[in-house]
């Protein structure tokens, strides 16, 4: 990506957030990649970034561990086993061992399931392999401390068997030569002690001529010599030979290991540069947990339409301090690619249209950014600002001529892939001739169709936003009641500087603000006037859709509840009415049971008693409640001949039937949800729910009715 000028990523403080992203890194790799981050216009390269991020941010988020442990710095050893003839240390084969085992549990991580799961993740590793000869060769010739084993080869096994032996030797030997020089009490404090590699005894310096040997040294007192004493003096020649021997021998061994390994050195840089990958995106998880960064979508054409977005270090420093931050909502796309923000000073014009410009940095280098999912974002070639103060004293040029020189590389190199930014266009000039250059600098920008924000003070430039096709206007909110600045962005109309209501909050005399208002063109005055009357309305209008929303939401809610507690009680009465219908049914069959059971009784009773009469008697007892049920059922029967029923509701007067005994009276009084209804000369109290309406019949269906039943 383009940028102009070559300040523009430190104006815009992108610096700032790489310094952030490198203190998330553990490894000289991934601090070297943050380094060099650059920002790249092709969509594949950014999307894949993005999602690699986004991948691992999800794994912390769940806290799902990771095998990226390696941090090691082993450049060294690397750029070792590319030189014919280098030997490394077992040390540094170590360093290369727990990196391949750190790789090995990479592969393990990514099994058939997270391959797809974490495709962005997997592809850092898509064009490599494990190689497990790496580990199996540094495991034969080392064991877990970096020494040499024993049984590397047979030579250096059997060095080491002489070496063990002699050392044994040479200790019996020189142990009883210290017990002899003790008891002549020839021997110092220090009785024993290293030289050269070779073992000496610790004397008194007047007894030196005493004890036969080689004298090595003596103490910085002079009070004390050290000598290898006679009868030792073929056993260290021994052993320092053998030491030597297996020097030697371990050099050998460890330079054809190298030689060995050497041969994979390709495949372990390849390794190391994984390593340093992964270290890298995991920063970049580890910073968008800081700053709530997100994957918003990506957009191949040039457009912004920012939801709920956040400047990035305004964002923590606001975090770190408990105070909230207001989010930015912006659009920019091929219908209004330029947006001129006014409004009165120290309103966040300037944080608004960095916010815009670090989010659209950071996003083109493959960082997460705070804003929200839904937002679209597309990749632009080249990006321009103009921020600030830019006089230059080697050119000698003054604040407005550096402004118009910039403006000039703006308009003869902007096109639709270009995003600028300019801060107070036309300043630093006299009001109207500066406002007539931002005007036609303003027009040759949206002629080629260049994306960008604009923040001004000029009301000509307020105006012409509504008459040039590709211009739009926005307003930094202001509470006028409180005079204080909202820090919120409103995009569609201009907005007043609030030049008086400013003067007023700091408490300038009243006087001197009227003779300034008088100074000021009537025109002018009322146009701010009005746009501020135009932002006091706005922001009414504003906070009653925000109570209707709530109001709304709230309406919703209690709908839901409703429905909820409607479905609920509706899902209750069907089990209540199964419930019951099982429960007669239980019963029904209970009471068979129990008949059964009763008349298998009597007829027992009957084949074992003279008295039959009796157990008739029983019987008639036993079934009597049989015989009431047909005489029900015969009843009602009866008043079905009678009377019919009538689909209507039951009003006072009506001839009604008891659903529950069949019996047909006039319905007289209702009482709420009870009625009382005429039987002959008796009244009756029943559920109005426990009523139907009917009707006599006509005699002719009564009498076809009754031939039937007979």
Known sequence: MKYFPGSALAQLEFDKVQLLLSEHCRTELGKQMVAELRLHTHLDYVKSALQQAHEYKQLLLIQEYFPNDFILNIKGELRLL???????????????????????????????????????????????????????????????????????????????????????????AFDRVLQKLAKQGYLADIEEAFL???????????????????????????????????????????????????????????????????????????????????????????????LNGNYPMLEQHPQIHLVEAYHPLLYLYNKRNQKPTIPVNLTLNKDGHILVISGPNAGGKTVTMKTVGLIQLMLQAGLLVPVHPTSQIGIFKQLMIHIGDTQSLEFELSTYSSHLKNMKYFMENANGKTLFFIDELGSGSDPNLGGAFAEVIME????????????????????????VKGIINGAMGFDEENLAPMYRLIVGKPGSSYTFSIAQRIGLHPGLIQRAKKLVDDGHFKLDKLLNKAEQDLQKVES????????????????????????????????????????IKEDEIHYLKDME????????????????????????????????????????????????????????GDLVKIKSNNQVGKLIEIRDKRAIVQLG??????????????????KEESVKGKRKVT
Not at 609 to 626: G, H, M, R, S
Not at 647 to 652: A, F, G, L, T
Not at 683 to 698: F, G, S, T, W, Y
Request: charged letters at 35%; glycine letters at 4%.
């Open 196 to 290: 050269s590699g070779r073992r000496v005894v610790a004397i008194f310096a007047e007894q030196k001529r005493m004890v036969k040997g080689i004298l090595h040294g003596e103490s910085d007192t002079r009070k004390t010599v050290f000598v290898e004493p006679e009868e030792t003096i073929e056993l260290n020649n021994e052993v320092f030979s053998l030491e030597r021997e297996e020097g030697r021998e371990v050099q050998r061994i460890l330079k054809t290991l190298t030689s060995q390994v050497a041969r994979f050195k390709d495949l372990l840089e390849h390794y190391y540069q994984i390593s340093g990958t992964y270290d890298f995106i995991r920063a970049k998880a580890k910073l968008a947990l800081d």
């Open 444 to 467: 040759e920008l949206a002629r080629k169709h260049a994306f960008g924000i604009v923040t001004t003070h000029y009301l000509n430039l307020k105006i012409m936003a509504n008459k």
């Open 544 to 583: 009653k859709e925000r109570e209707l929303q709530k109001l709304m939401k709230e309406n919703e809610k209690l709908k839901r509840e409703f429905e909820y507690l409607s479905d609920k009680e509706r899902k209750h009465q069907q089990v209540t009415f199964l419930k019951l219908q099982n429960k």
């Open 681 to 698: 000369n008796f009244p009756m109290n029943v559920q109005i729910n426990d009523l139907v309406a009917v009707k006599e019949r006509p």
């Open 82 to 172: 590319g030189i014919q003839g280098a030997t490394l240390s077992g040390e540094q084969f170590l360093s290369i061992r727990r990196m391949v085992e750190s790789m090995e549990g990479i592969f393990r991580f990514f099994d058939a399931e997270r391959r797809i799961q974490y495709a962005g993740l997997a592809e850092v590793i898509a064009d490599t392999y494990y190689e497990k000869k790496i580990v199996q060769l540094i495991d034969e010739v080392l064991d877990e401390s970096g020494q040499v084993r024993d049984n590397a080869t047979p030579e250096l096994s059997k060095i080491r068997m002489n070496l063990y032996r002699k050392r044994n030797e040479l200790r019996r």
């Open 597 to 652: 059971r009763k008349m298998k009784q009597l007829i027992i009773e009957w084949k074992r008693t003279d008295d039959k009469q009796k157990v008739i008697k029983q019987a008639e007892n036993l079934l009597f409640k049989k015989k009431e049920k047909i005489i029900n059922e015969k009843f009602e029967k009866k008043v079905q001949d009678k009377f019919v029923e009538v689909s209507k509701e039951c009003n006072v």
